[in-house]
């Protein structure tokens, strides 16, 4: 019985061709097709150097992104919502209070720090999800 034990030269699962590999074609909406092989193969087709097909304009810079996001933020911020003034007033005011001794930084316990973080990470926030919202559109993502 060992014998025959010792003498198989197979194991299951092994013996299938399940491991040699296959050329698998990977679709979806937002990627062209490609053929996934061995990537060592493919990069000695080339002469032994890596190819990339990277947009080099990734970020497609559109000025209307920027006008609209601006707007679309300035409009928000300008609400008077905070004790009856504006997000973005208070923040144009604490700049003007903070000129006001000028050759000395704001101190850390001022409300500039906290108008400047709010306005500014609105303002990004808005830009971020417009040039989503510009771009999906115009690239019909949705």
């Known amino acids: ?3 025959n034990m010792a003498t198989a030269s197979t194991v299951i699962g092994l ?6 590999p296959k050329r698998t074609c990977l679709s ?3 990627v062209k097709p490609i053929a996934v092989g061995n990537p060592l193969r493919q990069a000695r087709a080339s002469g032994g150097r890596f190819t990339c ?8 810079r559109d000025l209307n992104v920027i006008g609209f996001g601006l707007i679309g933020w300035l409009v928000p911020s300008s609400i008077p919502a905070i004790d009856g003034k504006s ?3 208070l923040f144009f005011e604490s700049i003007g ?3 006001a001794h000028f050759p000395s930084p704001p101190a850390l316990t ?3 720090w906290l108008w400047l973080i709010t306005w500014h990470l609105g303002l990004f926030i808005a830009l ?9 559109r115009t690239e019909d993502y949705f």
């Open 128 to 136: 971020t999800f417009g040039q989503i919202g510009f771009k999906g």
């Open 110 to 112: 001022s409300q500039f």
């Open 28 to 30: 979806s909406g937002f």
């Open 97 to 99: 209070a903070e000129l």
């Open 1 to 3: 019985m060992a014998a």
């Open 87 to 89: 997000l973005t007033g």
């Open 15 to 20: 013996s299938s061709s399940s491991l040699s």
């Open 53 to 60: 097909n990277f947009q080099r304009d990734w970020l497609r």
